[in-house]
């Protein structure tokens, strides 16, 4: 298994989209920043008194090879103020292969979004950052698209569970919190993952079986390469003592690896 953490590094990598009561003025974070804590760089999830509001993290860099497993994503937050409400909010993604930064509040509506989607309780207080559920039902959507690399962007949307665009609260009870990229603090996506290992036709007989040695996709740190058809492989070395280890021995500069086995 590995893990990754990712940071919004750019102010307009993190947006939010406001509409207020009818004729419903539309608010756009990095577009015309409205006075009422949400300028640019800010998210608002899930509302406002009379504001309905959604937000995305675009996190950068996601060096997840595709068709990987993912074993837990989680997205740390932290609020602005304590309203003292328990706040629903649905998570997904953009499902897009390399989601690019929104530009405007039609451009954010316009994304598709995972069919994937987690409900999540925030009871975020002030300047307390908040880890929400489990997410990994989205990301595993997004890392299995087709069109899906290593390295690629990933954008997760926050948006209220009760209320979607353009409908409205009936009254200003709405749910109330505000995570934002505040006081120096940035939104955190983290992902463990299992990267999905193939058989590359390399046997080794072992004491009592034939081993097969497992390969993996590309990424450019792997010491040994196997090619098979018109693919180049990357084939994974594990400490000697991993439960994992083949009995074939490799010096990879550092010391001495064993190759991984696939199954016995």
């Known amino acids: 298994m590995a893990e990754i953490v990712r940071y919004i590094e750019a102010k307009e990598d ?3 989209r406001v509409w ?9 974070s990095n577009d015309n920043p409205p006075t009422y804590a949400i300028g640019y760089g800010s998210v608002c999830v899930p509302g406002w008194f009379a504001y309905v509001a959604e937000c995305m993290y675009r996190f950068t860099n996601i060096t997840i090879p595709q ?15 304590d309203s003292g ?3 629903e909010a649905d998570i ?3 499902d897009e292969d390399n989601s690019t930064q929104v530009i405007n509040f039609t451009d954010f509506g316009n994304r598709p979004r995972t ?5 999540s309780t925030l009871r975020i207080t002030g300047g307390t950052p908040q880890t929400l559920e489990d997410i990994k039902s989205v990301i595993q959507e997004v890392v299995d698209r087709p069109g899906w690399s290593s390295g690629n962007a990933i954008q997760i949307i926050l948006s209220d569970h009760d209320y979607k665009y353009p409908s409205f609260p009936p009254s200003a009870d709405n749910d109330v919190q505000y995570p934002l990229e505040y006081g120096g603090y940035t939104s955190i996506l983290t992902i463990n993952y299992t990267i999905p290992y193939i058989d590359i036709g390399v046997r080794v007989k072992g ?12 990424t450019g740190s792997h010491k040994v390469r196997f090619r098979k058809g018109n693919t180049t492989y990357g084939i994974p070395l594990v400490a000697t003592n991993d439960e994992n280890a083949s009995p074939i021995r490799v010096y990879d500069g550092s010391g001495v690896k064993a190759l991984r086995k696939l199954s016995s």
């Open 207 to 218: 004491s009592a079986s034939i081993i097969k040695i497992a390969g993996e996709t590309l």
């Open 20 to 28: 207020a009561t009818p004729p419903y003025t539309e608010y756009w």
């Open 14 to 16: 993190d947006h939010s």
């Open 115 to 119: 069919t994937a989607s987690v409900l």
């Open 85 to 87: 409400v328990d706040a």
């Open 92 to 94: 997904q993604a953009c």
């Open 67 to 81: 068709n990987s497993t993912i074993n837990s994503a989680t997205l740390t937050i932290k609020g602005y103020e």
